[in-house]
């Protein structure tokens, strides 16, 4: 099972970027699902975090700006409009899975390989 992220890139403060994570491999669907960042020098923080139930959180810093959600059984998309500069970091996908075969049940928790986003002032 792995995860790739997509979507980063270079953007002008006041910009938006659209950031996905697909998961790839034997899985029947993603549960929780999670986005962090990490700036240089700086611990990974949790940006935003999705249940398998649907229950959303945010970090204060986010709030009002970005959106995760989820369209499939394996895509999870983090939506940031009004970037700031101190958005600046690289952002990983975080994601538990299961896997039902016949009588058994298999999780597992992955990380994407994170993907670089720069905003300019």
């Known amino acids: 099972v792995q995860l790739q992220a997509s979507g980063g890139g270079l953007v002008q403060a006041g910009g938006s970027l659209r950031l996905s994570c697909v998961v790839s491999?034997?899985?029947?669907?993603?549960?929780?699902a999670s986005w962090y960042r990490q700036a240089p020098g700086k611990q990974r923080e949790l940006v935003a975090g999705?249940?398998?139930?649907?229950?959303i959180k945010y970090a204060d810093s986010v709030k009002g700006r970005f959106t995760i959600s989820r369209d499939s059984a394996r895509t999870v998309y983090l939506q940031m409009n009004s970037l700031k500069p101190e958005d600046t970091a690289v952002y990983y996908c975080?994601?538990?899975?299961?896997?039902?075969?016949?009588?058994?049940?298999?999780?597992?928790?992955?990380w994407g390989q994170g993907t670089q986003v720069t905003v300019s002032s």
């Open positions: 491999g034997t899985i029947s669907r993603v549960t929780d």
């Open positions: 975080n994601a538990d899975w299961l896997l039902i075969d016949g009588g058994s049940t298999v999780v597992g928790k992955e």
């Open positions: 999705i249940t398998n139930g649907g229950d």
